[in-house]
């Protein structure tokens, strides 16, 4: 078992939808948490970067923590076909290792 | 804006040459990763670093070594590509408690 789980989708909603995305983890040593939006054949871009159970908002972008169910999201509202591609979380592991854990990556298209 | 800077953007190399990838951050950031990702593939972890004369492997085995001699510099070296070392290696950096940001990536392709 990964220790970051993601559905890698694809993932196609109308514009204007609101869009959910979500990671589940196994590591209680998990403690800092972000989403990145990867266009094809970049690096990926810092969406939010959360570190608290709960939410934070940041214009049309909402991530949340639920740090005893160990599951994160990031809510997308009134989606564009700009937002189209690819969504990765990631957490950082404060166990010692200090890894930077990726999941898999949700692929994403908003269709006009 | 993150300050982090991958060179070069993309190499065209033949098979047993020695190349090195370059990382470089001015944001004096102690942590720094590298990662392999094929198109439309997941990340993989390769090499991190954890400061000054600090590597370690990631969880991808790798051909590739690292080095780390100043803070703001985390090179990737081959020593002899092959064409199996084709792919996209992306850097990234971050201070203790703090977001990654990342490069825009070498797409190294090697014939």
């Known amino acids: 078992q990964k220790e970051v789980e993601q559905d890698p989708g694809p993932l196609s909603v109308p514009e204007g939808a609101i869009v959910s995305l979500n990671c589940t983890y196994s590591?209680?040593?998990?403690?800092?948490f972000m989403w990145y939006r990867q266009y094809s054949r970049k690096g990926p871009e810092l969406l939010m970067y959360t570190y608290s159970s709960g939410n934070k908002e940041d214009g049309r972008f909402t991530a949340q923590v639920d740090k005893s169910s160990k599951y994160i999201s990031l809510f997308i509202r009134d989606s564009q076909p700009s937002d189209s591609a690819t969504y990765l979380c990631a957490m950082i592991d404060q166990g010692g290792s200090e890894k930077l854990v990726f999941g898999k990556g949700t692929k994403l298209t908003v269709n006009p | 804006e993150a300050d982090i800077y991958q060179t070069p953007r993309y190499l065209v190399i033949g098979t047993g040459k020695k190349i090195t990838l370059e990382c470089s951050q001015t944001?004096?950031?102690?942590?720094m990763y590298w990662y392999q990702q094929d198109p439309g593939m997941e990340l993989h972890l390769i090499h991190y670093?954890?400061?000054?004369?600090?590597?370690e492997k990631g969880d991808l085995s790798s051909e590739s070594t690292v080095s780390r001699i100043r803070t703001e510099h985390f090179p990737l070296t081959l020593e002899s590509a092959r064409p199996s070392h084709t792919s996209q290696y992306l850097c990234?950096?971050?201070?203790?408690?703090?977001?990654?940001?990342f490069g825009q990536g070498t797409r190294l392709t090697v014939v």
């Open positions: 590591n209680s040593a998990f403690q800092y």
């Open positions: 670093s954890y400061g000054v004369n600090s590597t």
């Open positions: 990234a950096s971050r201070r203790p408690g703090g977001e990654a940001f």
């Open positions: 944001m004096g950031h102690d942590k």
